[in-house]
C-alpha cells in the first residue's frame, strides 16, 4: 500500500528544526488557534508529511514535554491531517549496558510501555503499564537501525524502582511521551511507531540533564536523516503492510 500521508509528532521545537528543515516544511499557522501545539506541513515527493510539536508555555518560554502535552498534540494532529501513520519522533535515554551509544537511532519494537505507572492491583499492573503494540517496523530493516521496547515516564530522571520497572519490561529506551502517543493513536485505530535519536546514556554515571543537552545538537542532527530515510522509504515501497 503506497503510504502518502505522514505525521511526526514530536514533543521539543529543537528535535523538530532538523526534520522541518530536511524536508523543507512551511508552519500551518490555522493550526490550533488559543493552544500552544504548531505544525508544519509539506510534500515529499508526492506524499504528504506534517510535523506537531507541543508547543512552548506563554510564561516561560520552555517547551512543554511529557505524556499530557502529547497526548493533546497527537489527537489535535489526527483531527486536522487523518494520517495513515504516526511517527512519535524525538530523543531519548538508552543504556550503554545493553549497547547503546549517543546518536545512534532506534526504532520501537515491538511495544511501548509506562515504566512509571504502577498499580499494583490484581489485573491493573499491565493496564497501567499499557503494553501498546506498535506498527511493525521490521518492514524498514533494511535501512540499519537499531530495535528496542521504548518505556515512557514522567522525569526525567531514573529512580531506581524506575530501573527495575525498565528491566523487568525489557525496556532499551527511555523518554517523556511515547506510550502517550502510541496509546492516542491505538484509539484512532491509526498504526503508529518511534523513531528515537539517543542524547544520554542512563547508566554513563553522568547527570542526565547536562548530557542531554550536551548531545542534543548531535542527537538531533541524526535524527533528522534517520526521518529522511524512514519517509523516503515509505514513499517508494508500495508493498507496506500498514496493518
Given at each position: ?53 507541543n ?23 489526527i ?14 535515554g ?10 545512534e ?20 499492573r ?93 542527537a ?24
Amino acid at each position: 500500500m503506497r503510504i502518502n500521508k505522514i505525521t511526526f509528532i514530536i514533543a521539543m521545537e529543537a528535535e523538530a528544526k532538523p526534520i522541518i528543515k530536511k524536508f523543507s516544511l512551511l508552519e500551518d499557522k490555522t493550526f490550533c488557534p488559543g493552544l500552544p501545539m504548531r505544525s508544519w506541513v509539506g510534500e515529499f515527493e508526492g506524499t504528504n508529511v506534517s510535523i506537531v510539536i507541543n508547543g512552548k508555555d506563554s510564561g516561560n518560554g520552555l517547551d512543554f514535554i511529557g505524556t499530557e502535552a502529547a497526548t493533546l498534540a497527537t489527537h489535535l494532529a489526527i483531527e486536522k491531517f487523518q494520517p495513515q501513520i504516526i511517527i512519535n519522533a524525538g530523543t531519548a535515554g538508552a543504556f550503554a549496558s545493553k549497547g547503546a551509544h549517543v546518536g545512534e537511532i532506534y526504532l520501537s519494537y515491538p511495544k511501548v510501555v509506562f515504566h512509571d505507572h504502577r498499580v499494583d492491583i490484581p489485573g491493573w499492573r499491565p493496564h497501567g503499564e499499557g503494553h501498546f503494540k506498535v506498527w511493525d517496523t521490521e518492514q524498514l530493516k533494511t535501512l540499519g537501525f537499531k530495535y528496542g521496547i521504548v518505556t515512557t515516564g514522567s522525569s526525567l530522571d531514573m529512580l531506581p524502582e524506575d530501573e527495575k520497572q525498565i528491566n523487568r519490561l525489557g525496556g532499551k529506551l527511555k523518554d517523556m511521551e511515547a506510550a502517550a502517543v502510541i496509546w492516542v493513536a491505538s484509539l484512532h485505530n491509526i498504526p503508529a511507531f518511534c523513531v528515537k535519536a539517543v542524547t544520554d546514556l542512563v547508566d554513563s554515571g553522568k547527570p542526565t540533564h547536562e548530557e542531554f543537552l550536551e548531545n542534543l545538537k548531535f542527537a538531533t542532527t541524526n535524527l533528522a536523516e534517520g526521518c529522511f530515510k524512514i519517509v523516503r522509504f515509505l514513499a517508494y515501497n508500495p508493498n507496506i503492510r500498514l496493518k
